[in-house]
């Protein structure tokens, strides 16, 4: 019979997959899925963690059997078993590339482990349970918080480059409409918005200023 891991599991320092993308999308204010996750998983910035209740873990180096009581690291050196498992968060369930085929775990103190059966609880050779499914995974919520400096940092940069980039075009736009005519802004922001009931004068005019503005300071002198 299993002996249970000594150190307790405190809930908080966990979240699930679906806690981590409702996390991660309040705080971007857009949509953020597990496939986003996947990606951090595959580029080895984020960590994933087993956790089964009850599972049986085994030590590689020592004949003792555990009872899972809390997530366990799940290791990323073997470039097949993390693929799968990062598939698993792309809605891929995993099964073993052989008969009774399990990814490698990590505890806290650098042992490694595998999950285990006894006999009569064992599953099939090839079957889904020797690897984790997408409810029995896990992250960090203090690895998620580490993270998201670098991943909001970026989206906002991007989100100003991609309005700087518009306001040049919008800027391009207006020279073509603008060239060999004596008209001015306000008079390109009238002829728009006289073709278009959802864009209003000021609102466009304002826009159209702000792009001369950025397109000239672009401009070499």
């Not at 050196?77 to 799968?84: G, I, L, Q, R």
Request: with cysteine.
């Amino acid at each position: 019979m299993g002996t249970a891991v000594n150190k307790p599991f405190h809930l908080r320092q966990w979240l699930s997959v679906q806690q981590a993308v409702n996390h991660l999308s309040a705080v971007a204010e857009e949509p953020f899925t597990s496939a986003d996750l996947a990606d951090l998983a595959e580029s080895h910035q984020l960590n994933l963690y087993w956790y089964r209740p009850g599972q049986q873990v085994a030590y590689l180096d020592r004949p003792a059997v555990l009872e899972l009581s809390r997530p366990l690291r799940l290791c990323a050196e073997n470039p097949s078993d993390w693929k799968a498992i990062v598939g698993i968060l792309r809605h891929r369930p995993a099964l073993p590339a052989y008969e009774q085929d399990t990814p490698l775990l990590e505890d806290e103190d650098g042992n490694r482990l595998r999950i285990s059966f006894d006999h009569r609880r064992r599953p099939e050779p090839f079957s889904g349970r020797w690897y984790p499914s997408l409810a029995e995974l896990a992250v960090r919520r203090s690895e998620i918080e580490q993270l998201e400096p670098s991943l909001f940092s970026a989206t906002e940069q991007e989100h100003a480059l991609e309005k700087q980039q518009l306001l040049n075009v919008i800027w391009e736009l207006e020279k073509l409409a603008l060239d060999g005519e004596h008209h001015s802004t306000g008079w390109l922001a009238e002829q728009i918005a006289s073709r278009s009931s959802s864009l209003d004068r000021q609102s466009l005019e304002r826009i159209l200023s702000d792009a001369e503005r950025e397109g000239t300071r672009g401009s070499p002198h």
